[in-house]
């Protein structure tokens, strides 16, 4: 009852009766165009780190500042802007999470398309979106006073600040600036070192205890934006993994005469470097903690799930009262919502160009797409009102749909080779569509403060994930071409762009249907993860920071350490990943620059020059052997300090950023 009536007594920034300019062209074109870059980018943390972050809030930022450039716009234009852009990125991370583990399947290279990649994307975005539709009054109306949807709260404060005079564009396109410059100078001209590293030696008392760090502007804004809570928990992961597992191993299995499996090939622990044991025992371990936590969450939420459900059937009710809503309660109808649905699942169904050999295979697969992606978009939707966006468990609704999927096909004797690309397709789907689900919450909150209207919102999304899949799946493909000059057919699942989330989900499914998971190592993860829950501890962040190299983890710690000592200075306690600062809009710039600078990167890897021997390499090659103050490995221990030093600098100029006022910024 008191979430009804703060419902009913909640007025909007624009008042229903108000009408303005809104779904005009010049904001869905930039809006597009603002999808296109934030999901590049995406693509590009998501393979090379395995996370992703919130993309509403800069792109409100950047909208507010180019229609000031070139002419006065509305706040509902500018939210329109935000709304189509946000999809783009919502999506890139779905696809970047689970396509790329065709290139890891049995025949799964086949389907690795252009096409394939369009299509799945396309479809689980609009699915995505339709889901949400007869969710929007019973989690976001109804629930206003209860769901708090951080990042759509924030945005909208964002863009009534823009409306009332407030410019804080410059942070962000500071942090732009300084990523890509800095990012230029480490990775195509080989200035300094990326990646400091310390290992201890195998004859010694902590064998194989290592220590790196990828000192990359994106990962330093990635723990910034997530703070020091989350931050903290996820290199505790890679600690565990690192200095624990991996020196431990090595110690037991140092007098082994024989190959311990899984293993590395036929590699002896005693002769296994620290990222070999790693691929083959640690790996698995982790992969264990991931699957535990995700479905533990999953757990946590099945009381909220089953309330959303029933708001959700009794909405449906209440619109046969046949009475005409006002603007701001306008949406897509409910029999649109149904019909296009159905559609898009028969479309999967019968193109031939995607997973599946039989047409009943694929008509399954539809049909649990269709299960699996209502009962994981509200769930999707209900954690981000909660926790946000960039801390959605998605990876964790994926793994439990792939479990599903595979027992599935277990129990129908599919357990061949053929299935496992149909596994994944139906996944992928399912992840694309509750990652879409939880940016077109926190987009419809953004929408509902300020006065928007639901039906362009609703729109503007389907707009801004079909814009944005005709990019991503280029993307995904010119960076996994991007290492073809030395050799490497796929730079996807290479140390370059090791796609974590994408390598998970192919073990996963392999493991499953040809009944060879090494059962063992993955129970000790997924204990480790109960462990973890006992003491306290969300177990999430900590299982992903065990799967993920310490060198990813390690640099988003110190991230997240600068957001504790500008908080500590200021007296911000909160520690809110939707906090609007100068040290957040700062954080998303170097985030969005050190992206697109490594899409850059990846493309210029992709062009072929010939070097002095006439020997075919690629254009970053060839630029640093030109250069040629590259190759520090040779300079040992001073090379690592070298690169410690500019990341310190980097350091710096974010805290200074962030100990400024946001008027600085005008």
């Known amino acids: 009852m008191a979430d009804e009536n703060a419902a009913s007594t909640f007025k909007p920034y624009i008042s229903a009766s108000t009408v303005m300019d809104e779904f005009t062209a010049r904001s869905i074109i930039l809006g597009a165009i603002f999808g296109v870059i934030f999901g590049a980018s995406t693509v590009y943390l998501a393979l090379k780190a395995g996370l992703t972050v919130s993309a509403s809030i800069p792109i409100a930022v950047l909208a507010i500042a180019v229609f000031k450039r070139i002419g006065q716009s509305t706040i509902l234009e500018n939210n329109i802007v935000q709304t189509i852009g946000s999809a783009g990125e919502s999506v890139a991370s779905g696809v970047a999470f689970t396509i790329p583990a065709l290139i890891f399947l049995a025949n799964g290279e086949r389907f690795f398309t252009y096409f394939n990649i369009f299509m799945l994307a396309l479809v689980g975005g609009t699915l995505g979106v339709l889901m949400m539709v007869p969710l929007r009054r019973s989690l976001i109306v109804k629930e206003h006073g209860t769901l708090p949807y951080p990042e759509g709260t924030a945005c909208a404060d964002v863009l009534v600040a823009g409306e009332k005079g407030g410019s804080m564009a410059g942070k962000v396109f500071a942090g ?23 290992r201890a030696g195998h004859g010694s008392s902590f064998p194989n205890a290592s220590v790196s760090a990828e000192i990359t502007p994106e990962y330093l804004g990635v723990g910034y934006i997530i703070g020091p809570r989350i931050a903290g928990v996820l290199v505790a992961g890679g600690v565990l993994s690192y200095l624990v597992l991996i020196p431990l191993i090595t110690f037991i299995g140092d007098a082994l005469p024989a190959v311990l499996k899984p293993g590395v090939g036929d590699t002896l622990i005693r002769d296994m470097s620290p990222s070999q044991i790693r691929l083959g025992y640690v790996r698995y371990i982790g992969a264990g903690a991931v699957a535990a936590a995700g479905l533990i969450t999953l757990l946590r939420t099945l009381p909220t799930i089953v309330a959303a459900f029933r708001e959700s059937f009794k909405s449906l009710r209440d619109l046969k009262s046949g009475v005409a809503p006002s603007r701001t309660e306008r949406e897509i109808p409910i029999t649109w919502v149904i019909i296009g649905s159905l559609a898009l699942v028969f479309i999967v169904a019968l193109l031939p160009q995607l997973p599946g050999d039989t047409v009943i295979g694929k008509l399954l697969m539809g049909v649990m797409v269709v299960v699996f992606g209502f009962f994981f978009v509200t769930v999707s939707s209900r954690i981000t009102g909660l926790i946000g966006n960039s801390s959605n468990p998605i990876s964790g609704m994926t793994i439990a749909t792939l479990m599903a999927t595979c027992l599935i096909f277990v129990s129908l004797g599919w357990n061949g080779d053929a299935y496992q690309s149909l596994a994944l397709a139906v996944g992928g789907l399912v992840c694309i569509a509750a990652a879409i689900a939880g940016a077109t919450s926190q987009d419809l909150k953004t929408g509902y403060i300020v006065g928007a209207t639901p039906y362009y919102q609703q729109l503007g999304l389907i707009i801004g994930v079909a814009v944005s899949t005709l990019v991503i799946g280029w993307t995904l493909q010119a960076l996994d071409h991007s290492m073809q000059f030395q050799g490497i057919a796929h730079a996807i699942g290479s140390e370059r762009l090791p796609a974590p989330q994408a390598t998970l989900m192919s073990t996963i499914i392999k493991g499953l249907l040809a009944r060879d998971l090494p059962w063992g190592l993955v129970f000790v993860g997924m204990f480790i993860s109960v462990v973890v829950e006992l003491c306290g501890v969300r177990s999430l962040s ?99 300090l070298i690169g410690v030093l500019f990341f310190a600098g980097l350091c710096f100029l974010l805290l200074r950023a962030a100990r400024q006022p946001m008027e600085a910024s005008q």
């Open 176 to 198: 732009l600036g300084i990523a890509f410059a800095y990012k230029s100078l480490m990775s195509i001209f080989g200035l300094w070192k990326e990646t400091p590293t310390y």
């Open 542 to 640: 900590f299982a992903v920071g065990a799967y993920l190299p310490i060198s990813t983890t390690a640099p988003i710690f110190i991230g997240g350490l600068m957001r504790a000592w500008t908080d500590k200075m200021s007296g911000n306690t909160s520690h809110d990943e939707s906090e609007v600062s100068s040290g957040m809009l700062y954080s998303t710039g170097l985030v969005a620059g050190g992206s697109l600078t490594g899409v850059l990167i990846a493309l210029l890897n992709g062009v072929e020059k010939s070097g002095a021997d006439g020997k075919k390499v690629s254009l970053i090659q060839y630029v640093l052997d030109t250069v040629g103050i590259h190759g520090w490995e040779s300079k040992g221990h001073i090379a690592d």
